[in-house]
């Protein structure tokens, strides 16, 4: 999740990222929860209960990731986010090895969210199983929502893995280039 995670995100310090990621996915899941039951209290109850823990998860997560981030300044933050996202020369000297350092905390996480694919796949298949139940025994709106929550775990296991390597390429461009540029200051500065 952190790989792709766009610069924005790091604009603001722990707490802001646990409420933007928070808030979002308690959205997301409560939207989830009033179309299968109907419930407004429903979905108040996940936003409410699975934002604030999936926001501080995130945001803890992201810390360990790249904890030199809380040494950098916002727009230092998005702009070296940005840079390796993208692939590019952070063009400036000074950020560069939080570059390189933000590139490692990528790869970390990666291997991490390889390790959980078994999870992912495990969740994809009770989902399946949930959808065919309900698709025979269950209401329309139900079937509905069920494809739906499938179709969310074939975009986790098609595009998310895709996107990830997308943005490690590019990361792995801009660390090169941030390594660059640390030789040639290092070369200057003796």
């Not at 995100?9 to 990222?17: A, E, H, M």
């Not at 560069?96 to 990528?106: E, H, K, R, S």
């Not at 079937?143 to 895709?162: D, I, K, N, Y």
């Amino acid at each position: 999740m952190v790989v792709i995670l766009p610069g924005w995100v790091w604009r603001g310090g722990p707490v802001r990222r646990a409420m933007v990621t928070g808030l979002s996915a308690g959205v997301f899941f409560g939207a989830f929860v009033l179309a299968e039951s109907g419930s407004w209290v429903g979905a108040v109850a996940a936003v409410l209960v699975l934002g604030p823990f999936y926001g501080i998860r995130v945001a803890r997560r992201m810390g360990r990731v790249w904890p030199g981030a809380g040494d950098l300044d916002p727009a230092a933050r998005v702009a070296v986010v940005r840079a390796a996202r993208r692939g590019e020369d952070i063009g400036d000297a000074r950020l560069a090895p939080a570059v390189v350092d933000y590139c490692n905390g990528l790869r970390t996480a990666r291997e991490h969210d390889r390790l959980l694919l078994w999870v992912v796949l495990a969740f994809a298949a009770v989902a399946v199983a949930l959808a065919l139940i309900d698709t025979f025994s269950g209401s329309t709106r139900q079937a509905g929502v069920s494809w739906l929550f499938v179709l969310f775990f074939l975009v986790e296991l098609t595009w998310w893995p895709r996107k990830q390597a997308r943005v490690m390429s590019c990361a792995e461009r801009a660390e090169r280039s941030a390594r660059r540029v640390l030789r040639q200051s290092k070369s200057s500065g003796e």
